[in-house]
């Protein structure tokens, strides 16, 4: 493994740095798809920080004065999941579309209209897991893990 990658798109570098920052903060949706699951989903953003997906407001890491349309990045296992009754900032709620035993993992699907599918990694905790096909959850996006990212290349 190396200490710095460098992610190249048609002979141009688009993101150079440490496996971690490349992985955690991607600058565009071409290095956020190139490097594993990541959960792209159209947003407005209404301030530096603040976004609206799927009508709901949310803070966000913002690398500039971003406005309009944008697209928000979260990677899989920073999506916290929590029961209906749940109540806390930068949520949305739905149905469970499908849970997938991986394992160490458990890789449960949301789709949300307006937004896509939501993909949201759980730790095999070797117990009973609580949530299964089609129960009603809240998702939860830590502001500091939610990002806006650029749509180029």
Same mark, same amino acid.
């Not at 493994?1 to 460098?6: N, P």
């Not at 071409?30 to 609206?52: C, H, Q």
């Not at 309009?68 to 990677?75: I, K, P």
């Not at 993992?105 to 949201?120: K, P, Q, R, S």
């Given at each position: 493994?190396?200490?710095?990658?460098?992610?190249?798109?048609?002979?141009?570098?688009?993101?150079?740095?440490?496996?971690?920052?490349?992985?955690?903060?991607?600058?565009?949706?071409?290095?956020?798809?190139?490097?594993?699951?990541?959960? #792209?989903?159209?947003?407005?953003?209404?301030?530096?920080?603040?976004?609206? $997906?799927?009508?709901?407001?949310?803070?966000? $890491?913002?690398?500039?004065?971003?406005?309009?349309?944008?697209?928000?990045?979260?990677?899989?296992?920073?999506?916290?999941? /929590?029961?209906?009754?749940?109540?806390?900032?930068?949520? #949305?709620?739905?149905?469970?579309?499908?849970?997938?035993?991986?394992?160490?993992?458990?890789?449960?699907? @949301?789709?949300?209209?307006?937004?896509?599918?939501? /993909? @949201?990694? @759980?730790?095999?905790?070797?117990?009973?897991?609580?949530?299964?096909?089609?129960?009603?959850? @809240? #998702?939860?996006?830590?502001?500091?893990?939610?990002?806006?990212?650029?749509?180029?290349?």
């Amino acid at each position: 493994m190396s200490d710095r990658i460098a992610v190249m798109s048609a002979g141009r570098v688009e993101q150079l740095g440490s496996p971690s920052d490349v992985y955690e903060t991607p600058t565009s949706t071409y290095i956020a798809d190139f490097l594993g699951i990541s959960n #792209l989903m159209p947003a407005l953003s209404t301030e530096p920080g603040r976004v609206a $997906v799927a009508g709901r407001e949310m803070t966000c $890491v913002s690398t500039g004065a971003t406005s309009g349309a944008v697209t928000v990045c979260m990677r899989p296992e920073r999506v916290e999941l /929590h029961p209906a009754s749940f109540v806390g900032d930068n949520t #949305l709620s739905w149905d469970i579309e499908r849970v997938i035993y991986a394992g160490a993992l458990l890789n449960v699907l @949301v789709n949300i209209a307006d937004v896509g599918t939501i /993909h @949201v990694t @759980v730790p095999n905790q070797g117990a009973a897991f609580g949530f299964d096909w089609p129960d009603p959850v @809240v #998702l939860r996006f830590p502001s500091e893990a939610l990002r806006i990212v650029s749509t180029a290349p």
